[in-house]
């Protein structure tokens, strides 16, 4: 799993898998496309106006908790 943001176009994308088949982009909302093969597998999601989806409560920190582990790392969204 990858998450790539581009601060330029204000755009992140959660890469669940590599694309090893045509995907269909499925338009969900105005900010949040999913990426999906024919026999159902997500390979990723588009979150657009990235930085309030993810970071407007946490301060422009992404905050990525393992929950099995009890770990967590904060990421910065800001530039």
Do not use: F
């Amino acid at each position: 799993m990858k998450l790539t943001y581009d601060p330029l176009h204000n755009i992140a994308y959660l890469r669940l898998h590599d694309k090893t088949a045509e995907v269909e982009t499925i338009r969900v909302s105005d900010e949040l496309n999913v990426d999906i093969a024919p026999d159902g597998t997500v390979y990723g999601i588009e979150l657009v106006n990235a930085n309030e989806q993810l970071g407007a409560q946490d301060g422009g920190m992404l905050v990525v908790v393992n929950e099995a582990l009890g770990v967590s790392r904060e990421v910065s969204l800001t530039q």
